[in-house]
């Protein structure tokens, strides 16, 4: 159970709740699949999937949810080409030309017919709560999909109190700074070998380097440009690399050897344990990471946060 991105949400407010209210409240929206006139659906399913039963993991007060979304796959050209050819044969058989409405009419027709047996695509998206780090951490590659789940959620528990995280500097300012060293690099992270720049002038070009020295001429060149990094790669505390964007949103997470070491003691035949232990794993390494990347970035504004009386 490692995430392979990690989208934060902050809590703007105290937020308490006990596995056993949650699993309550998600009940109520579990999953159900499409019925035959349905084109999606989605709702709460286990994290452990066929080895558990229970929609909220929880190991060390973080509480591990996933949200199963299945859509139904009617492919635009087929429907185009059936379409026509329902039109083709009224013009033919009528005498007469089929008019815009009627086209759309038919069309919805057609996909009425073709739902039942057209081809499901389904979706686990995985998040977990934090109330006693304040954060909402979902595993999601754009700031949509993440976005979209806390919908859900906050639909299914009523109120959900959070907003992306906000820092003191611009992260796009703070990246360029690290790479003209305008302003210091922390000990705690390492340049990795790729990274974004984008120009801030109108016609707004964009350079993606990989496999590059950062810090380098050529990179350099651009930056003496004007150009502004927007996305950096960099491995923090010598433990997990990853790319962060401009939005903070963090992307092709990878954990390093010692948590696969510590993942490797435990019992390989025993799917549940190791699910476990990977999630508390993975959970206390972002507990670290997350606070000490706010911090390097300039330090969290938490001007709009509400802390515990």
């Avoid at 084109?39 to 286990?46: E, F, H, L, Y």
């Avoid at 039109?87 to 009528?94: H, K, L, P, S």
């Avoid at 962060?244 to 435990?266: A, H, N, P, S, Y």
Wanted: proline share 5%; with cysteine.
């Amino acid at each position: 159970m490692w995430f392979r991105n990690a989208r934060v949400f902050r809590f703007t407010k105290p937020f308490e709740i006990t596995a056993e209210q949650l699993e309550e409240k998600l009940q109520e929206d579990g999953f159900k699949p499409c019925g035959p006139q349905e084109t999606n659906r989605q709702g709460w399913v286990p994290p452990l999937g066929k080895h558990g039963e229970q929609l909220v993991h929880s190991a060390n007060g973080y509480h591990l949810i996933t949200l199963r979304k299945e859509e139904k796959l009617l492919p635009g050209s087929v429907v185009k080409e059936l379409v026509t050819e329902r039109v083709e044969a009224i013009e033919i058989e009528q005498s007469r030309k089929v008019r815009k409405k009627e086209k759309d009419e038919i069309k919805e027709q057609i996909l009425l017919e073709m739902l039942p047996q057209a081809f499901s695509k389904n979706r686990r998206s995985y998040a977990y709560l934090a109330p006693q780090d304040g954060v909402l951490v979902v595993d999601a590659g754009s700031a949509k999909q993440a976005e979209d789940l806390a919908s859900t959620l906050r639909k299914s528990l009523g109120s959900l109190p959070v907003r992306p995280p906000a820092v003191e500097q611009a992260p796009a300012f703070t990246f360029t700074g690290w790479l003209n060293e305008t302003i210091d690099l922390p000990s705690t992270l390492t340049l990795g070998d790729e990274c974004e720049l984008k120009d801030t002038g109108e016609e707004g070009g964009v350079v993606r380097c990989k496999g590059l020295d950062l810090q380098g001429d050529e990179i350099r060149n651009h930056l003496n440009a004007g150009m502004q990094v927007t996305k950096l790669s960099v491995t923090w505390d010598d433990s997990v690399s990853f790319v962060l964007d401009e939005e903070l949103g963090i992307r092709r997470l990878k954990f390093g050897e010692t948590l696969q070491e510590k993942l490797d003691d435990v019992d390989a035949d025993d799917a549940a344990a190791r699910f476990d232990a990977a999630f508390s794993l993975m959970t206390l390494e972002l507990a670290r990471l997350i606070p000490g990347l706010l911090d390097a970035l300039g330090g969290e504004d938490r001007s709009a946060i509400v802390d515990a009386a």
